[in-house]
């Protein structure tokens, strides 16, 4: 959450109770979110409005958790703006399917073709051809070829000396002739949208009658995505929107401006320079995000399902005094494993996927039954006190669970990193945990 809207939920969390003016003072706070985030201020205005309107409601202000509950409402709105259930490729009733990227110069429809078509073998299993249709950019086509050869994907080129039209013709003649079963047409971007490029585009569009167009947009380029997305599907009356650069450090609210502006869906998300960065839109994600949230709000579901919070609240004062021992390990990996992968968890929590060492805390829940020996036959002292373990104590509790010696080491190295990490968490970047966990 960014600092104001925690600070919001907080105070109103302590109040027990809430009125219009909490629920207003907290709609503030959503709409500088949503404004920092770069959303488009009238897409904001609109937004607001629905959202309080449904939070002054009776779900709000009988609720325990007003403050959280504001949120939730504020969430499920953004996904359902943002469209709802993620939207998936439309197949054409007679292959090959045809589906042409548009986007300003740079934007990454060359590189998100080709993702897109190992995208569709891979999980589709579909054969893809991609078409090398713009022949203005120097190497244009070249950086197609190379990306085609990576992929082991096909790639149809004409050179630069033939219209963008006709090779769009004679690549779908080329995909009908071997049975392929997309085409993905590469086109050429400009700085700036101009008539002679979308001249261009729409006559690519009158002779490949694609089922999809979809535009690219970079994610970074905020505001101004909303207006060039505006144009393009005026123009050219687009299918959809791939966002790219999401990897970049952007809140991501030009999906909610793009999607408001143009009511076309975003389809899939770009996330990196790598061929296989490519996912399906999550539009929940996306409104995590553009809150700030991470996926912060999945993780105070899964919080409240699976924890007891007494006893959580116990372990956040031991981790924070760092009095944890082998009895809270036990008890918080019975727990954990009820949550899924601890490294899942962690990562949901903002700023977390990039800690260091976090794969060193990762658990195979088939793992958890031989730690779980080993920590019995310690004493309860060794439990208590880990530090009691010496060389002699770990022999004979190797012994005890049947387990190698290296194996009782490597548990105890493992429980003094996760001790030592969830120390610094509960200090620092998890400010937050102990008020989710907590309240
Ligand atoms: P085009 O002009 O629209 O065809 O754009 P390109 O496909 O050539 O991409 C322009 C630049 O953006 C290239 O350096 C790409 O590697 C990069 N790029 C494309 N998509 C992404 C993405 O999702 N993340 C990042 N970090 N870079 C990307
Ligand atoms: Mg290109």
């Known amino acids: 959450l960014t600092e104001r809207l925690q600070n919001a939920m907080t105070k109103m969390r302590r109040k027990g109770k809430v009125s219009e003016a909490d629920v207003k003072e907290m709609m503030r706070e959503v709409r500088l979110a949503l404004l920092e985030a770069d959303v488009n201020f009238k897409v904001v205005k609109d937004f607001v409005k ?6 002054v409601g009776s779900e709000v202000l009988d609720s325990l958790s007003p403050g959280q509950q504001v949120i939730k409402i504020v969430n499920e709105e953004l996904t359902e703006l943002m469209g709802g259930e993620q939207a998936t490729i439309q197949i054409a009733p007679k292959a090959p399917t045809v589906v042409m990227m548009v986007g300003l110069q740079g934007a990454g429809k060359t590189t998100t073709a080709g993702k897109l078509a190992s995208y569709l073998r891979k999980n589709q299993n579909k054969r893809p051809l991609l078409i090398a249709a713009d022949i203005y950019r120097p190497a244009a086509i070249q950086q197609l070829e190379t990306i085609g050869k990576q992929l082991d994907v096909p790639v149809f080129s004409m050179g630069d000396q033939v219209s963008p039209v006709e090779i769009a013709r004679q690549g779908i003649e080329k995909a009908k002739a071997e049975h392929l079963d997309f085409v993905l047409i590469d086109t ?21 009658q694609p089922t999809e167009i979809f535009l690219v947009v970079d994610a970074m ?3 101004e995505a909303a207006n060039v997305a505006s144009s393009f599907n005026e123009q050219l009356d687009i299918t959809g929107v791939i966002l790219t650069k999401l990897d970049g450090d952007t809140r991501g609210g030009a999906a909610l401006s793009i999607r408001a502006v143009t009511g076309k869906p975003i389809k899939f998300t770009g996330s990196g320079e790598k061929l296989d960065a490519l996912e399906p839109f999550y539009p929940d994600r996306m409104a995590n995000r553009i809150l700030g949230m991470g996926d912060m709000l999945t993780l105070i579901e899964k919080a409240q399902e699976d924890f007891d919070e007494k006893k959580s609240e116990e372990m956040m004062t031991k981790l924070r005094e760092n009095s944890f021992d082998f009895n809270d390990f036990i008890e918080q990996m ?4 009820n949550m899924g992968p601890m490294e899942d968890l962690l990562k949901m929590i903002p700023g977390m996927s990039n800690v260091p060492g976090l794969d060193k805390l990762q658990i195979d829940p088939k793992d958890t039954a031989r730690m779980k020996a080993i ?11 880990p530090d009691l ?8 509790i190797a012994r005890g669970s049947a387990r190698p010696i290296a194996e009782v080491n490597r548990l105890i190295k493992q429980f003094n990193e996760s001790k030592k990490m969830m120390s610094q968490m509960s200090k620092g970047n998890m400010n937050g945990m102990e008020n989710l966990f907590g309240q």
Not at 50 to 55: F, G, K, N
Not at 190 to 196: G, N, S
């Open 375 to 385: 920590v019995l036959s310690m004493t309860p002292q060794e439990r208590e006190n």
């Open 50 to 55: 629905t959202v309080s309107a449904r939070a």
């Open 221 to 223: 380029t905020g505001q």
């Open 334 to 337: 019975d727990q954990v494993s």
């Open 188 to 208: 050429a971007g400009r700085l700036q949208i101009d008539e002679t490029l979308m001249q261009e585009l729409s006559d690519i569009k009158e002779t490949a």
């Open 389 to 396: 373990l010496s060389q002699s104590r770990r022999r004979r």
